[in-house]
């Protein structure tokens, strides 16, 4: 056996049934949104100075970390978004990361009127194990918190 470390491309993939319909929760997925649902983020704004083809925006984490996302995809029909992180401060220590946010309605069944969301985040093969359990965690509060945002907006819509 060599001394090389193993090397893979690592993936996230979280998921969630969140308890409002789809468009309460796809109202969220925007990537200048972020801010409104996402608790670790305290500010999305979008970049400046891009073309008008390239949609970027700049999270502000309250950790004090900063990357810039570029969204790759985005439909309405689909409900999905996928995008990229081109910057970071402080730097990554890998080489890329894709993310994909999908929705589906629930349409029967107990859990009917709801949402089923699923993100997945692809990894380049140097992202470490960390890096990745990280993101779970990440991944996981992101989706609760977007679920909070989700249930309390229909709340508001049925007063």
């Given at each position: 056996?060599?001394?090389?470390?193993?090397?893979?491309?690592?993936?996230?993939?979280?998921?969630?049934?969140?308890?409002?319909?789809?468009?309460?929760?796809?109202h969220f997925i925007k990537l200048q949104e972020f801010d409104k649902f996402w608790s670790a983020i305290s500010k999305a704004e979008h970049v400046k100075?891009?073309?008008?083809?390239?949609?970027?925006?700049?999270?502000?984490?309250?950790?004090?970390?900063?990357?810039?996302?570029?969204?790759?995809?985005?439909?309405?029909?689909?409900?999905?978004?996928?995008?990229?992180?081109i910057n970071a401060e402080p730097e990554l220590t890998y080489s890329s990361v894709v993310n994909t946010i999908r929705l589906w309605p629930v349409t029967?069944?107990?859990?009917?009127?709801?949402?089923?969301?699923?993100?997945?985040?692809?990894?380049?093969?140097?992202?470490?194990?960390?890096?990745?359990?990280?993101?779970?965690?990440?991944?996981?509060?992101?989706?609760?918190?977007?679920?909070?945002?989700?249930?309390?907006?229909?709340?508001?819509?049925?007063?």
């Open positions: 056996m060599s001394g090389k470390p193993f090397s893979f491309i690592g993936e996230v993939v979280e998921s969630a049934v969140i308890k409002a319909p789809l468009s309460f929760v796809w100075g891009t073309s008008d083809e390239t949609d970027i925006v700049r999270w502000t984490f309250k950790d004090g970390n900063v990357i810039e996302v570029k969204q790759d995809e985005h439909s309405n029909l689909e409900h999905l978004i996928t995008f990229s992180v029967s069944g107990e859990f009917a009127n709801t949402t089923f969301i699923r993100w997945s985040t692809r990894f380049s093969s140097d992202a470490d194990l960390g890096v990745i359990e990280d993101a779970k965690y990440k991944r996981q509060d992101a989706l609760k918190d977007l679920s909070k945002a989700a249930e309390k907006m229909l709340a508001e819509e049925r007063k």
